[in-house]
């Protein structure tokens, strides 16, 4: 009878070990699966494998620029500050630089006899134990546990952390794929609108980038006198002045949650609610007009000193245009196409230097909160009809 019961309880023993293991698996799974960064990833997956194998303390690290820096650690350890500023190398004088040399589990009964270690910081520890973690054939780190009596891990311990080893490796790449996509995205906003660049790395952005309808409003602005300047200034001349009114207004359109189309010399296109949906959007592209010719009558007084009169000209009108990719394999851009964008150009080309121009569909829009004025029936190029025209003179 007692051996039966011996055997029940190191059944039940058994038992629990597995179960905890798979609390501990679990654990790092949904550290994976929640996606908030590679810290608490690595941090569970040292603690678990402290836990498991009956560590006094388990530190996970990294290979960057060739040497191992920790990235995490579980327990208290004299060596932990040291290690931080000591990284070690991939030689078989520590634990971890061992494992990653021979690209697979090591195990070191204990410190005191082993000729080969000569760890040069506080030593608190006898027994050690070390797993590689790889990316198919590619080093990434380790993994290194420590007792600090000389008692052996079991080949069951190693096989258990090689297990969180996989799981660290996983975590990992999924990181740095992560981080290469939300780096290709920064880069990507570099040349269009950031809108534009979350478009295109989203899972809806492939419908929308193939062409969609939407009501928008579309904005244009160029600058008055600048023919003439380009006749007469310098080339650097010229891109300087290009140069600080691009930035001027490319700080300016995020504000206002616009999409910038295009910049096309000195003309500028942008348009509002596409493709997120903005709230009173032709209240917001008269908003960003306003700001604009503020900005720009202050770079236009510090050109007016060195001899160069320029004037920035706003037209504004809402309505439905396509929406979508254009262009050619190679080369694309996200615009649109529609009569409100031929119109918002008309109206941009027809305002004086330092006017805003809107339509009757951003006028009704924005009449009980923009001050406007009459500017009559223009005749505009390309509509076959006068056109309705406000001038705005400013927020009510």
């Known amino acids: 009878m007692a051996t039966v019961g011996s055997g029940g309880q190191d059944l039940a023993r058994q038992v629990e070990d597995l179960r905890a293991q798979q609390r501990a698996i679990s654990g790092v799974l949904r550290a994976v699966a929640q996606a908030k960064g590679l ?17 006094d303390y388990g530190a996970l690290w990294l290979l960057r620029d060739g040497l191992l820096h920790t990235a995490a650690h579980h327990g208290v350890s004299e060596g932990a500050e040291y290690d931080r500023q000591h ?93 290469a996509v939300e780096r290709q995205r920064t880069e990507l906003a570099r040349f269009v609108s950031p809108q534009v660049a979350e478009l295109v790395s989203s899972t809806d952005g492939q419908q929308l980038l193939a062409g969609h309808r939407a009501y928008i409003s579309c904005l244009f602005c160029d600058l008055r006198g600048f023919t003439a300047f380009t006749e007469t200034a310098a080339p650097e001349d010229l891109f300087d002045v290009l140069r600080e009114y691009h930035a001027a207004l490319g700080e300016l359109i995020p504000r206002y949650d616009g999409t910038l189309e295009h910049f096309a010399g000195d003309g500028v296109m942008v348009f509002f609610n596409d493709p997120l949906p903005v709230e009173q959007h032709e209240l917001q592209a008269v908003r960003l007009a306003l700001t604009a010719q503020e900005r720009f009558e202050q770079l236009a007084e510090g050109w007016r000193k060195r001899g160069t009169d320029l004037g920035l000209g706003i037209g504004i009108e809402a309505g439905y245009a396509t929406l979508g990719r254009i262009g050619f394999e190679g080369r694309y851009d996200y615009g649109a196409l529609g009569p409100v964008a031929n119109l918002a150009s008309r109206l941009s080309t027809q305002a004086a230097a330092g006017q805003i121009l809107i339509g009757q569909r951003v006028f009704a829009a924005v009449e009980e909160t923009v001050e406007t004025a009459r500017a009559g029936e223009l005749e505009l190029k390309g509509f076959s009809r006068p056109v309705a025209a406000y001038e705005v003179r400013g927020l009510q």
């Open 39 to 55: 810290e608490p990833v690595l941090d569970e997956v040292v603690e678990a494998c402290k836990r498991l194998c009956d560590a």
């Open 87 to 179: 990284p070690h190398a991939l030689d078989r004088t520590t634990a971890a630089g061992r494992a990653a040399v021979e690209r697979r589990p090591i195990h070191i009964p204990d410190v005191e006899a082993d000729p080969e270690y000569a760890y040069a910081g506080p030593r608190f520890y006898r027994t050690m134990m070390g797993v590689p973690i790889m990316i198919e054939d590619d080093l990434i780190g380790a993994v290194v546990l420590v007792r600090d009596q000389p008692r052996p891990f079991t080949d069951d311990h190693i096989a258990l952390v090689e297990t969180f080893a996989d799981q660290a490796a996983i975590a990992i790449t999924n990181a740095r794929l992560f981080e």
